[in-house]
Structures are given as C-alpha cells and as structure tokens.
C-alpha cells in the first residue's frame, strides 16, 4: 500500500519562502511515479484543487500553473522517495492546504499553508 505525507506547511507572511516536502513509502517504486503539488483553498471541492507543479518521473519535465511560474521549483529526490516543492515570495492567494499526488492517484493527508499580508 502506498502512503503519501507531506511535511513544512505553516503561518507565514507575504515575501517569506517555505519548502514543502512529500514522502512516498510503501512500493519500491517512487523513481517511475509522476509527481504533482496541487492546492485546494476554503470553500473548495476536492474535484476543484488546483494543480500547482508536477514533475515527471526521472526529473528532467515540469509543470507549473501559471500565478506560481517563477516563484515555486518542484523538484525530486528518487534516492529518498521524496519531492519538493520550494514556494517563495509567497503571497496570501497561496493561502491553501497543499495535497502530493502520487503516480496520479495516490494522495497524501496535505498540509496547509497559510500566508498573512
């Protein structure tokens, strides 16, 4: 069974920069997963999260929404079943509980983000 946990949310302000981490355990196989950062902010359905960065299996392929372009870096460590997702110059619109998406389909528990102007 696959677990996906994300970590390094919290209370912030405009300007400050956090990194979120995702940790994928359970199958030996993270290096052939997609992975993906998406948000979901109050009021919102899950059906609505946005997807906010996605990386591809070895790394070298991104995607990012176009208000984070230039201010968020997704990125991977295969070595550690881990991913990444650097935010900085937050702003309040960032405020939002992020979710990791494994190989499409698994979900973490998320972790929110709150970012005070």
């Known amino acids: 069974q696959v677990q996906v946990e994300e970590s390094g949310g919290g209370l912030v302000q405009a300007g400050d920069s956090v990194m979120l981490s995702c940790v994928v355990s359970g199958r030996r196989t993270f290096d052939k997963y997609a992975m993906g950062w998406f948000r979901q902010v109050p009021g919102k359905e899950r059906e609505e999260r946005e997807c906010?960065?996605?990386?591809?299996?070895?790394?070298?392929?991104?995607y990012y929404t176009d208000s984070v372009k230039g201010r968020f870096t997704i990125s991977r460590n295969n070595a550690n079943n881990t991913v990444y997702l650097q935010m900085n110059n937050l702003k309040p619109d960032d405020t939002a509980v992020y979710y990791c998406r494994a190989d499409y389909r698994y979900w973490g528990q998320g972790t929110q983000v709150v970012v005070s102007s």
């Open positions: 906010v960065a996605t990386i591809n299996y070895s790394g070298d392929t991104t």
